[in-house]
């Protein structure tokens, strides 16, 4: 008699929980990510997050942390930069000059209203860029 009892205690919890009423909203989905329409000030902080996870590297790029340069590459990249320097030194004075590197071939010119024509052609590519440089002032 005492598991009747016990059965039915528990069929009238039950029934009281059956009863009584719930509130619920409804659930709604928002993305996160601004690509799937989510919020776009959240696009920055993702990309940041998968740019810190990312460990692949480029292969054929240059990393100027990464690598040490020799000794040979230091001295002729120090020598490179004297001698352009020393180019546009001497251009400063009405003349043109012309360099050649590995990689580019420099032409500068003067075009006498104080200002420089620097001409740098990529060897790779063969693409020209020109920089004009304006308001030079000639020291007597």
């Keep these: 008699m005492k598991k009747r009892s016990h059965i039915g205690k528990n069929i009238a919890l039950l029934c ?8 619920a909203s409804p659930l709604v989905y928002t993305p996160v990510n601004p690509a799937f329409g989510g919020n776009p000030l959240n696009g920055s902080y993702l990309l940041s997050n998968a740019q810190a996870q990312n460990d692949t590297k480029d292969p054929s ?5 990464g690598q040490r340069q020799s000794a ?10 004297r001698l352009l320097g020393e180019l546009l030194s001497d251009v400063g004075g009405g003349g043109e000059g012309h360099m050649e590197t590995t990689d580019f071939i420099i032409d500068i010119a003067d075009d006498g209203a104080g200002g420089l024509l620097i001409s740098v052609t990529d060897r790779a590519t063969g693409s020209v860029s020109v920089v004009e440089v304006s308001g030079l002032v000639s020291n007597p």
């Design 61 to 65: 790029a240059r990393s100027s942390t």
């Design 16 to 23: 009281a929980l059956a009863a009584s009423t719930t509130h």
């Design 72 to 81: 040979i590459e230091r001295f002729m990249s120090s020598l490179e930069s």
